[in-house]
């Protein structure tokens, strides 16, 4: 049986409100605020209406296409077929979803929203579109091994188009009012991660684990573009969460110099992985990729040296941890260049491994620095 929380408020209060007794409100409790308000059910029939016209649109112009091209049997995955509209016309029907919904919160006062700043509008955007594009790729390729050759007709194609953008539009709608930065800190995992896993898959029969793992981002890998588009939209999203967080932080720590230094240097880091992206290790610009991939190294063995001194009130646990992951990231290179133990490609996933993890404990930590946001609620008494 769900408890009911009742909330007592003078009736001045409640005059300036605009709220009566026995009205559901909810109660939005911050780090430095208190905000009640009352739900908005027409706004709920907008955002359902909204998300029913663009699957609706959507399919129409699906349903268009196959027509003119005179396609009458689609393929379920291939050149033309529901795969690829939907990576094409459901990606682009999210990330539309994504901004109308966005900038309506952005005008709401009290909104999840409120606190991001527009200039982190396309990246956050843009990183919710290329990890639901991952996703369904990665969904397609399941159901292509799995289904090989299998077509539907017309009806049936659209009828499972219009499924999986309203899914995608729906689940856009859900994740953009509860954006925040924890949230934009596993977008950053799934997305590199999900890059990564995706190439090395793709690639399975290349043995591309017998060069390196920037392997999978030249043009001898198949599909090297999804390594390379992680690898950059991670550095996006990266940029946009240290934007968002170190926003945040100055409100508790202002005229932190300490900060600033940190900030700077995940700016710079955001910055170069997104660069490692952008130049891929092909042949022509490969002392160019490998600067950029050295660069990484020394950012992150400096951010691990220095981050006693970086962040505020440092645990004595993260600290041991960050000892213990600089040194194995020691012990590693020696292996790999003095003792010759570990393969380029062993010491490389090994130190991704390592420094990715450091960097995701960093942004937790960051976080806790954050109240949570707590959402209650209550019936006014």
């Not at 010491?347 to 993890?357: D, G, H, P, V």
């Amino acid at each position: 049986m769900n408890e009911r929380r009742t909330l007592e408020l003078p009736d001045a209060l409640k005059a300036q409100l605009g709220v009566k007794s026995g009205e559901h409100v909810e109660v939005r409790i911050g780090a430095d605020e208190l905000k009640i308000s009352t739900p908005k059910p027409v706004e709920v029939k907008k955002r359902r209406w909204g998300m029913i016209i663009l699957t609706f649109v959507m399919s129409c112009v699906f349903l268009g296409y196959f027509m003119v091209r005179k396609i009458y049997q689609v393929s379920l995955v291939g050149s033309e077929s529901v795969a690829t509209m939907v990576l094409l016309l459901t990606t682009l029907s999210g990330l539309m979803s994504f901004m109308v919904v966005f900038v309506r919160l952005k005008r709401q006062s009290g909104s999840a929203v409120e606190s991001v700043s527009w200039r982190n509008l396309p990246t956050v955007a843009l990183a919710f579109a290329l990890i639901s594009f991952m996703l369904m790729a990665g969904l397609f390729w399941i159901a292509g091994r799995l289904f090989k050759g299998a077509s539907f007709d017309l009806v049936t194609s659209t009828a499972l188009f219009a499924l999986m953008t309203s899914v995608e539009i729906q689940a856009i709608n859900s994740l953009v009012p509860q954006l925040s930065s924890r949230l934009l800190t596993n977008i950053f995992i799934a997305v590199i991660v999900s890059g990564v896993i995706l190439a090395m898959i793709s690639n399975q029969n290349l043995y591309w684990w017998k060069h390196n793992l920037s392997f999978l981002g030249t043009n001898k890998a198949v599909d090297s573009w999804e390594f390379n588009l992680a690898l950059f939209f991670s550095g996006l999203i990266l940029l946009a969460l240290v934007d968002y967080l170190f926003a945040s932080l100055k409100r508790i720590f202002p005229k932190s110099r300490q900060l600033l230094v940190l900030r700077i240097l995940l700016t710079l880091l955001a910055i170069d992985l997104g660069m490692v992206g952008a130049f891929p290790n092909n042949l022509e610009i490969h002392s160019l990729h490998t600067r950029l991939a050295g660069y990484l190294i020394f950012l992150i063995l400096g951010l691990i040296f220095g981050i006693r001194w970086l962040l505020p009130d440092i645990s004595t646990d993260f600290q041991h941890i960050s000892w213990m992951i600089a040194a194995a990231l020691l012990a590693g290179e020696i292996l790999f260049q003095v003792v010759g133990y570990l393969s380029l490609t062993a010491f490389e996933i090994m130190a991704f491994l390592l420094a990715f993890s450091w960097l995701v404990m960093l942004f937790e930590r960051l976080n806790d620095y954050l109240e949570p946001i707590q959402n209650q609620r209550y019936v006014i008494k």
